[in-house]
């Protein structure tokens, strides 16, 4: 029996990444992951089932850490500290980003290659639980989720959120992309006053 060896794993896991990420899943074979390795098909097929396995390899540990962060029992907050909400926040916020950055290659993989993948969905979950977890911050700073308008305004506002993050690791540095990242935050954050205002939240009402 073989002895499966590590170096051999991450060798084809890096080969894998940089195939994935500068062609999409769907454009790589088996064979142009072994000929990047150095190795051949058939050792690359003794530590990976299959293209899919390879995938879920390299963005199953983000895959956990975003799941983990957007399930956290939301806290009872106060309306009047809507405008503090940034400030409250900012260590979770900090560590959010700094996870992003660190996987950025990761999250690229996730959300813009995985076409063809069983992860291909994944974007689409993590904006339905990004929006869930908006609706639910906003509920319980007493906007009224019944307002027709509601549901679509997390979704399009968990929806972009992304897209700027996705944009942002695909075009800057990390030190560039750090900075960029929070400040989306703060908007994103910063903005929930006048949310709150349009549904209703604090006891505002609508013209």
């Known amino acids: 029996m073989q002895v499966l060896k590590s170096e051999v794993r991450d060798s084809i896991l890096r080969s894998a990444e ?6 999409g899943f769907e454009k790589v074979s088996m064979r142009s992951i072994a000929q990047t390795s150095g190795m051949t098909v058939g050792n690359v097929y003794r530590y990976f089932k299959n293209k899919d396995d390879i995938f879920g390899a390299l963005v199953e540990s983000l895959l956990g850490v975003l799941t983990e962060g957007l399930t956290h029992e939301i806290e009872p907050l106060n309306p009047d500290d809507a405008d503090k ?6 260590d979770r916020f900090e560590l ?3 996870i992003v950055i660190a996987q950025r290659r990761s999250l690229i993989l996730l959300f813009n290659k995985s076409h063809g993948t069983s992860y291909e969905n994944e ?5 339905g639980m990004m929006a869930d977890h908006l609706r639910d911050h906003l509920t319980e700073m007493g906007c009224d989720p019944s307002l027709s308008e509601y549901n679509g305004f997390c979704d399009v506002l968990a929806h972009m959120f992304l897209q ?6 695909l ?9 960029n990242i929070m400040q989306l935050l703060r908007m994103t954050v910063e903005s929930i ?3 709150m205002k349009f549904f209703g939240g604090d006891d505002a009402t609508r013209d």
């Open 18 to 23: 940089k195939l994935f990420l500068k062609d």
């Open 85 to 90: 909400l940034f400030e409250k926040y900012f």
């Open 96 to 98: 959010f980003t700094s």
């Open 123 to 127: 974007y689409n979950r993590f904006v």
């Open 164 to 169: 700027g993050v996705l944009k942002v690791l």
């Open 171 to 179: 075009n800057e540095p990390d030190k560039e992309a750090m900075g």
């Open 193 to 195: 006053p006048g949310y």
